[in-house]
């Protein structure tokens, strides 16, 4: 499915990755496509968005949003604010949209956020996502910095706070280790249903 851009060029499908800054974004990408892309263990080290051509789509790696070293809280807003209309700009040629997390330190987040009185920002984010695209996929990496036994009480917790944020739509959330690759065939294999939904041909992933 391509499009044509305000000067009749074809513009391509695109699959969005975003999340909070380290919560291994950059890791998953470069996992599914084996692509070379910015990785950095310091938040924020991606700042600009990054295009990989996948054949019929585009994956975005957006800019990772909330801290970042060596940033004030003023350069921060502003990325956050470009990330929010960059996404609003491309709205209508997003196929899927996926939401990374770090389920090893939602709860905290949640908690410190909550204590404050205000929505933790992967929730909201997870909102605006529904809003902006017809597709999203969350992907709660860093599962294994959990206890075993922790993992799935860490996983209901957070989805049923995604379903009471968005009512109307079930979420689909997947549990990873982007390091060691777990979990990420599965995400794969979503990506392959949608893009044969839409009759796209399903790339060459370096999953296998």
């Known amino acids: ?21 380290n919560v291994g974004k950059s890791s998953i990408i ?46 921060i807003e502003e990325t956050k604010t470009h990330i929010i209309q960059s996404l ?11 939401l990374i997390i770090d389920i090893s330190l939602f709860r905290e987040l949640h908690d410190r956020w909550s204590s404050r009185g205000e929505i933790p920002v992967d929730v909201e984010f997870y909102s605006f996502l529904c809003e902006i695209s017809p597709r999203v996929i969350v992907v709660a990496n860093k599962a294994d910095k959990l206890k075993s036994s922790r993992v799935q009480s860490e996983l209901d917790f957070f989805i049923q706070l995604l379903r009471e944020s968005v009512i109307d739509r079930e979420p689909t959330v ?34 296998t």
Do not use: C, H, Y
């Not at 044509?4 to 800054?21: H, N, Q, Y």
């Not at 609003?88 to 996926?98: A, G, P």
């Open 30 to 75: 470069r996992a599914l496509t084996g692509k070379k892309v910015v990785v950095g263990k310091r938040p924020g080290s991606t700042r600009w968005e990054q295009m990989i051509e996948m054949g019929s789509f585009t994956i975005v790696d957006i800019p990772g949003f909330g801290f970042m070293a060596g940033q004030s809280k003023t350069k």
């Open 1 to 21: 499915m391509k499009e044509r851009g305000p000067t009749g060029e074809e513009t391509s499908s695109l699959i969005v990755f975003v999340g909070r800054s």
């Open 174 to 207: 997947i549990a990873t280790d982007a390091l060691k690759k777990k979990g990420v065939s599965l995400l794969r294999d979503l990506i392959d249903e949608i893009l044969k939904e839409e009759n796209l041909e399903p790339p060459r992933w370096a999953l």
């Open 88 to 98: 609003e700009n491309w709205s209508s040629r997003i196929l899927l949209s996926v």
